[in-house]
């Protein structure tokens, strides 16, 4: 079955090539070039040695995507998957699916420039974005720590030197509505000012036939804001400075039995119900803020030389509760809370000069974070309680070397070297009563605890050079190779008492080539990378509690296409796929009481066969423009776990998307979107669970298999006005 999708697939992109070679050939239209900073300045993405694919906000808003999440169907090598309040992002089959405070996500998110510390703030909705940059594969040397899978970018829009904003409304099916507005533009003659907001009621995806659980899951309603002031302190300085703040009240996600290993059948729960029902039995919610401000000054020194700063400072605060059992009867919950601070800054010293380029910078991160775990379970004959608190210090010094050897030729060289340090403390127990999982309802410190408070402090440093070629082998044609190391910070277990796990490292070796073909009307690039992936810090679930450590190492092997052409005057096709084999080489690990060696395993996330691929269709009728998209997205078969089990784990996915709009000449649109129009049934996540397995059934102790299903079928009526 995989070799048959796998030559289907193939197939597809050598038919799409020759639409390319056929048809463009005598057309008028051409694409629109693609600007982007993955390289901390403006270049075109077609002359940039890296594998990166670019969303415009414009895209995001027609298509419907509201978030992260929903930008994964269209990054082939982009995988989100979420477990309770947090969220897990996957590139090219590297990420994590570690929890606490004490870990670090393996893509890091940065937006408007500044480092998101925790995962859970790639959870933010889209608001007034311009793009999305997703940079495919390890960024060790401009980004540094946790960029090992690669980087997401979220640049928001400024104010522009016109004044211009938009109104959006949107109402669909799930008891969703939505409405977005930004307004913006010069104020007087040397400052700018841009303000966003949005608010959005979404009624949830799963109908909870409980009435103790509320009517629906999966849902929430969310307020943001987000102001932009740009002006310029001189004739060669300028300044910007961003404010934002975004709130989710919600009411958490489902999760659905897998198997046969759950209590919950012994103590009389009811079958299990249609796959967009549940029964639950706890009042399920989850709340989060996320705010901040961002201060970016600009100096231009003369002689090519520029002098960048980007100040960053957020907050984030997170609670939430959900029923871990997945039934109407009480077997155990699930209470979290945190509350996160950092405060960032990046100084950078630029040229653009004639024979070469070159960028070198001084960074500093600290982030201030505690959590609180509560699990009430049957199996527990009360609460599991963690209480923990972590503070990391790191700084970096980098630089990065482009030089022209010829008009043809450029050598690349990079260096970062990284430290960082982590000072944590850790109270764990189970006790009689429950916290509910909060700091707030009392000082841990005056309970009494199996196990004594941990203090510890731990640091690290790391060195991630970078070596390429790039050589433009046309004006049309360009190839490039390079060589370069990433790494993910140390961490601590944050919710065990295990020792702190050292960082992990991944060298990269990557090649590849873009062409813009048919005098632009047609783009085609490819990708192939070789990952070397060593220390891999994995968890296992054991004695009720998650363990990381340094337990592993894998290879990963993989090719990327991209292709984009104007067919005809209404007609433009997109393509995207990736062919991925990522195998752990080394890897002993705990399977409950088992000890078991899953090496030639798949990694986690890691899809063999990824595709994407977009018709659009453009065309005057009467007053205005008629435009239709239609999107099918494919993806193989992906295990959750490093032990490869169906049960935890997601068959091969086909989800099909479309979208009709009409634009009028005074700039309305009006617009109707479906999402997962099969209505296909999937899992997002899979996770185990030792709190809620039946003993009797489950001897190794390996714990119960859950799901997080995946939406279904959406619908939305969308308006769009500008002015």
């Not at 859970?120 to 974005?129: A, H, I, R, S």
């Not at 699930?334 to 024979?355: G, K, N, P, V």
């Not at 190779?481 to 961490?491: A, D, E, H, I, P």
Request: aromatic share 10%; glycine share 12%.
């Amino acid at each position: 079955m995989k070799t048959r999708l796998l030559r289907l697939s193939l197939a597809a992109l050598t038919v799409g090539c020759m639409m390319v070679a056929a048809n463009v050939t005598a057309q008028e239209n051409v694409l629109e070039e693609i600007i982007v900073t993955a390289e901390k300045r403006e270049a075109s993405i077609q002359d940039t040695a890296l594998a990166i694919t670019a969303v415009s906000g414009d895209l995001l808003e027609n298509g419907g995507l509201d978030e992260i999440e929903d930008l994964s169907l269209d990054v082939p090598s982009l995988v989100f998957s979420r477990a309770g309040g947090e969220a897990q992002l996957y590139i090219r089959g590297v990420g994590t699916n570690l929890f606490g405070i004490g870990q670090d996500s393996s893509v890091a998110v940065h937006q408007d420039g500044v480092y998101q510390g925790r995962a859970q703030m790639g959870l933010t909705q889209f608001l007034d974005v311009e793009r999305v940059e997703v940079l495919r594969g390890p960024q060790g040397t401009l980004y540094g720590r946790n960029a090992t899978a690669g980087v997401i970018n979220i640049i928001h829009r400024a104010p522009g030197d016109e004044p211009e904003g938009y109104v959006n409304l949107k109402l669909g099916n799930f008891n969703r509505y939505d409405g977005e507005a930004a307004y913006g533009g010069p104020i007087g003659e040397n400052a700018g000012f841009r303000l966003a907001v949005r608010y959005g009621s979404d009624g949830g995806f799963t109908e909870d036939l409980d009435p103790r659980g509320g009517d629906e899951v999966d849902g929430g309603e969310t307020m943001a804001a987000r102001a932009t002031l740009t002006f310029a302190v001189s004739d060669t300085i300028n300044a910007k400075i961003i404010g934002d703040y975004t709130d989710f009240d919600g009411d958490n996600r489902t999760i659905r039995p897998r198997g046969d290993l759950h209590r919950s059948a012994a103590e009389g729960a009811q079958a299990l119900p249609d796959f967009d029902q549940t029964r639950n039995e706890v009042d399920s919610f989850q709340k989060w803020t996320i705010s901040g401000i961002t201060a970016e000054v600009t100096a231009d020194l003369g002689g090519g030389l520029s002098l960048t700063s980007i100040t960053g400072y957020r907050q984030f605060e997170d609670s939430f509760r959900f029923n871990t059992d997945g039934t109407e009867i009480f077997v155990t919950q699930t209470h979290f809370e945190r509350d996160t601070d950092q405060f960032s800054e990046e100084i950078r010293l630029a040229c653009d000069c004639e024979a070469y380029e070159w960028i070198a910078g001084l960074y500093y991160f600290t982030e201030d974070k505690e959590e609180a775990l509560g699990l009430p379970a049957i199996n527990f004959g009360g609460a599991f309680n963690i209480f923990a608190t972590n503070k990391t210090d790191a700084w970096a010094g980098f630089g990065e070397l482009t030089w022209h050897f010829s008009g043809r030729l450029d050598g690349i060289v990079g260096v970062r070297y990284s430290n960082e340090e982590k000072e944590d403390w850790n109270l764990r127990g189970l006790t009689g009563g429950n916290f509910d999982g909060l700091f707030g309802a009392s000082d841990p410190r005056a309970f009494s605890f199996a196990f004594p408070p941990r203090n510890t402090t731990d640091d690290w440093n790391a060195f991630t050079p970078k070596l390429g070629l790039k050589y433009d082998y046309s004006d049309d044609i360009m190839l490039y190779g390079t060589l370069t190391r990433g790494f993910k910070s140390g961490g601590t277990n944050s919710l065990s008492g295990d020792p702190a796990f050292d960082p992990e490292y991944l060298w990269s070796l990557e090649v590849g080539g873009k062409s813009t073909l048919a005098d632009g009307r047609a783009i085609a690039n490819a990708t192939a990378f070789y990952y070397d992936y060593t220390d891999l810090q994995v968890s296992t679930f054991a004695e009720g509690t998650v363990r990381i450590r340094n337990a592993a190492e894998a290879t990963v092997v993989g090719l990327e296409l991209d292709i984009s052409t104007v067919i005809s005057d209404q007609f433009t096709w997109d393509t995207s796929a990736m062919l991925l084999n990522a195998e752990y080489n080394e890897f002993v690990t705990r399977y409950g009481t088992q000890v078991l060696d899953v090496e030639g395993n798949k990694m986690v996330n890691a899809p063999e066969v990824s595709l994407t691929s977009t018709l659009s269709y453009s065309n005057d009728i009467g007053p205005g423009t008629f435009t239709a998209l239609a999107q099918i997205a494919y993806r193989s078969e992906v295990f959750h776990s490093q032990f490869n089990e169906t049960e935890v784990g997601q068959d091969s996915v086909t989800l099909a998307n479309v979208r009709a709009g009409i634009t009028f000449l005074n700039g309305v649109e009006v617009s109707f979107v479906v999402r997962n129009l099969l209505d296909e049934e999937y899992y997002q996540n899979s996770v185990r669970f030792t709190s809620l397995n039946d003993r009797s059934k489950d001897l190794t102790g390996i714990g119960a298999a859950l799901g997080y299903p995946g939406e279904g079928r959406s619908m939305a009526l969308q308006l769009h006005m500008g002015f």
